[in-house]
């Protein structure tokens, strides 16, 4: 779906059109081909076709799309196992994450999800769960969803450049035993020291940041998919539910002024992550001296 909608925006761009003339020209609303080509829906065939008409694309063009449809209506790689346990909101971000070459998060209450230890992972998954659930084939799904997803993103041919920025109570919230936590913290520990493509930095609890729904709920994300690629795209996180704001599209003459002339939501999100970056958090170096104290902790 995503490289679909990739493919729909460069054919049409390529001739000089903007979405809203491609919707007038295919009858459809110009939000119906702002979701295509931001790979927020599947088209129905008829659009596709009608966008084929409208372009009047070559035949290796048509049939290149109609391809890609045909692909896009297959299940996603979590919908084919683990349609059950992947919650509705989080299924955009599976299917980007993996596509992006640089990757920044940051997390309120938890270590983020992409280095969760099994273990980690396993206690957090159960205070959602009844007990007599703990042992249950969905308890074993969902820690198998947790390492598919860290394995097709981490440990890919060319992994993204990742900056992970996580709350400092992160290092004290105990989610299991000492065992547990002193496992996830040098598996955190590990990576900051070793890992090349990997930052990781704590935000401090004396500094004083921005309070929005994202700073203060579950978190957020920046995913850049580079020249090419899909429009990037800021991921933020509630309780039970995300939104997804993708960076708008401008005319060339928007885009040769020195700064956006009104703001929107992914640049407000954007200059968040930016400032709990440059204000407010510690430096990679620092971040490892807090992981060692976190080791010795819950030693």
């Known amino acids: 779906m995503i490289m679909l909608g990739l493919t729909v925006s460069d054919l049409r761009e390529s001739v000089g059109m903007t979405q809203k ?19 927020e829906m599947p088209p129905e065939p008829r659009t596709v076709e009608a966008v ?28 084919q196992q683990f349609s059950d ?3 509705k909101y989080l299924r955009r971000l599976l299917g980007l994450e993996s596509m992006a070459i640089f990757l920044t998060t940051y997390d309120v209450r938890l270590v983020a999800g992409l280095l969760q230890t099994q273990a980690y ?52 919230r105990r989610v299991g035993p000492n065992d547990v936590m002193r496992e996830q913290m040098e598996h955190l520990l590990q990576i900051a020291r070793c890992h090349p493509l990997i930052t990781i930095r704590f935000v401090l609890l004396d500094r004083m940041i921005a309070g929005n729904e ?6 957020m994300a920046h995913l850049q998919f580079g020249f090419g690629g899909l429009p990037d795209c800021v991921y933020v996180e509630g309780y039970s539910k995300a939104d997804y704001h993708h960076a708008p599209e401008s005319s060339p003459e928007e885009r040769r002024k020195p700064w956006p002339t009104k703001e929107n939501d992914f640049e407000r999100h954007l200059q968040l992550l930016l400032r709990i970056a440059g204000e407010a958090c510690a430096s990679p170096a620092e971040s490892r001296r807090m992981l060692e104290d976190a080791v010795a902790r819950f030693s």
């Not at 003339?21 to 790979?39: W, Y």
């Not at 205070?127 to 969905?138: K, N």
């Not at 994202?214 to 978190?219: D, K, P």
């Open 52 to 79: 084929i008409k409208h372009l009047e694309l070559s035949v290796p063009e048509s049939d290149e799309l109609r391809m890609l449809l045909s692909r896009a209506l297959e299940p996603e790689w979590f919908q």
């Open 85 to 87: 346990v992947t919650p």
């Open 21 to 39: 003339e491609l919707a007038q020209g295919t009858h459809v609303s110009n939000s119906t081909i702002s979701r295509i080509e931001k790979a």
């Open 121 to 172: 992972a396993g206690c957090v998954l159960r205070t959602g769960l009844h007990i007599a659930e703990w042992d249950s084939p969905e308890m074993a799904r969902r820690l198998a969803l947790r390492s598919e997803r860290q394995g097709r993103v981490l440990d890919q041919a060319e992994p993204p450049r990742c900056i992970f920025l996580m709350d400092e109570s992160v290092l004290y």
């Open 214 to 219: 994202a700073s203060m709920a579950g978190g």
